[in-house]
T-cell receptor
């Protein structure tokens, strides 16, 4: 019951910006958008999250549209080590605790 | 910082044998804990989550169970493994806002 839609795969040239889109048209007003990535055979790694405003950290930038129905993760200078599956997730509030439901994600291939 | 310890890294078990995977958390108290499973080439499926000792929520009907005997301990079990239980099992925890920290995972092969 993932609430997000992402492209199956994307390619990016090394050194260029990678822009990964995500649609979350049914997002509620108090639900956050999270981005994780998973390198093969490892546990997912947290990248960034946001509610309304654009966010930036040492790894990436998150751009959320004004209506909050979509967002874009930006890796400003992609390297070969950024090749991974990128998951866009909307946190779902439950009666007891919250849960993060992962969809299929986007396979990002960074090529030299 | 929060750390998830998960072991073993790989496990090969015969069909019908029991299973016990343990996960422990360091660096935070009263975390939310999660068990995910990932089939080969697929996304992560949430199996169980827990908001406290003895509190377990199951997401999908299955051959597995979970327990949380201590605040920082989360156990995934089965009495009799099935072939379909094969997969990559990940434990995760969060101290708030669901910024999850994942363990390194256990690759389970049921033969």
């Amino acid at each position: 019951d993932a609430k997000t839609t992402q492209p199956t795969s994307m390619d990016c040239a090394e050194g260029r910006a990678a822009n990964l889109p995500c649609n979350h048209s049914t997002i509620s007003g108090n639900e956050y958008v999270y981005w994780y990535r998973q390198i093969h055979s490892q546990g997912p790694q947290y990248i960034i999250h946001g509610l309304k405003n654009n966010e930036t950290n040492e790894m990436a930038s998150l751009i959320i549209t004004e209506d909050r129905k979509s967002s874009t993760l930006i890796l400003p200078h992609a390297t070969l080590r950024d090749t991974a599956v990128y998951y866009c997730i909307v946190r779902q509030f439950m009666e007891y605790g919250n849960k993060l439901v992962f969809g299929a994600g986007t396979i990002l291939r960074v090529k030299s | 910082s929060q750390t998830i310890h998960q072991w073993p890294a790989t496990l090969v078990q015969p069909v019908g044998s029991p299973l016990s995977l343990e996960c422990t958390v360091e660096g935070t108290s009263n975390p939310n804990l999660y068990w995910y499973r990932q089939a080969a080439g697929r996304g992560l499926q949430l199996l169980f989550y827990s908001v406290g000792i003895g509190q377990i929520s199951s997401e999908v009907p299955q051959n597995l169970s979970a327990s949380r005997p201590q605040d920082r301990q989360f156990i995934l079990s089965s009495k009799k493994l099935l072939l379909s239980d094969s997969g990559f099992y990940l434990c995760a925890g969060s101290g708030g806002y669901e910024k999850l920290f994942f363990g390194s995972g256990t690759q389970l092969s049921v033969l």
